[in-house]
């Protein structure tokens, strides 16, 4: 084997049916996608496009800073923060901490972010933001990743996200009573798993959950779950419509009405759960919109309505 590319970051390549040439997407944690033209060789050919150095530098954006936490067995944590550009490590701030969680799916990469610029407004509010791969979202091993096989969205992952929530609030420039959590997708189903198996979150937004893998996809869900028949007790135990009695801190739900990928009955049948316990709870639905929430004007609404949560709640 031998490596062709140069740049440190994440690359990600598309050959030419005849395999002569390969498009190379590149970014790092501070360089938005820069796009060229390779030989199969790894000669650079040329650049097809990049970013606007000019308005980057004018947006003046904070960077995170990536580091490791150790597990409760010394496992080391992928992690990052960002913190405001005026950051006083003399006062104590709230903290934000994304999530996704899923199998083999790392967040902690040296790569571009679209979301950095939303960090960036919770930054300018006075909040830090912080990301934690739990180990089976590594990718460093399938060993890790089968840690969810039949327990997907179960113990494992959450053991490793507290392990890292308890770091964190263990800094002197973080207030351990206002940490929050929030993810998207499998974000949003570890979000929900975290807030009713843990008391670490005072508050936390789930969007476009996945809350019981009955009501999921067979091509993902099965290939960690099996099937109902085969793994009962795997799908009782993960089942978070079952224990949202247990929800500690304020919850906001999201979700579009055609959803396609995961369907709204889900958090149709968590919020039913929360009502016959008299929890109370945010939600906002979005109408005919799909996992993705993606047209501007559904997206100004959310993350406008998601910073209002956050100063409220936390």
Do not use: C
């Amino acid at each position: 084997m031998k490596r062709l590319s140069k740049e440190e970051g994440t690359h990600a390549i598309n050959f030419s049916p005849d395999a002569k040439y390969y498009l190379d997407t590149y970014t790092n944690i501070k360089t938005p996608a820069v796009l060229s033209l390779y030989n199969s060789d790894g000669k650079f050919v040329k650049q097809i496009g990049s970013y606007d150095q000019k308005i980057l530098a004018s947006l003046d954006l904070q960077r995170p800073e990536q580091f490791t936490i150790p597990a409760h067995d010394g496992f080391l944590l992928p992690a990052e923060i960002m913190k405001p550009k005026d950051f006083d490590p003399n006062k104590k701030y709230p903290l934000i901490i994304y999530v996704y969680g899923g199998p083999s799916a790392p967040q902690v990469l040296n790569r571009w972010r679209g979301s950095i610029f939303f960090d960036q407004v919770l930054l300018d509010n006075g909040f830090l933001v912080a990301l934690i791969d739990p180990r089976n979202a590594t990718a460093i091993s399938k060993k890790l990743e089968n840690l969810l096989y039949k327990n997907l969205g179960g113990e494992v992952e959450l053991r490793d996200l507290v392990d890292g929530v308890n770091w964190f609030k263990h800094q002197s420039y973080i207030d351990s009573s206002r940490v929050g959590v929030w993810g998207w997708s499998g974000g949003g189903t570890f979000t929900l798993n975290a807030m009713t198996h843990s008391k670490e979150f005072k508050a936390g937004i789930a969007v476009a959950a996945v809350t019981d893998w009955h009501f999921y996809d067979t091509k993902f869900g099965e290939s960690a779950m099996k099937t109902a028949a085969v793994n009962p007790d795997g799908y009782e135990k993960t089942s978070l419509v079952k224990s949202a009695k247990n929800l500690s801190g304020r919850l906001m739900i999201v979700h579009g009405t055609y959803d396609d990928n995961v369907h709204i009955q889900n958090a149709f049948a968590f919020t039913d759960e929360l009502i016959k316990a008299n929890i109370m709870f945010d939600e906002m639905i979005y109408p005919m919109r799909k996992h993705g929430i993606t047209d501007m004007p559904a997206q100004i609404h959310l993350y406008n309505r998601m910073l209002e949560f956050w100063k409220k709640n936390l």
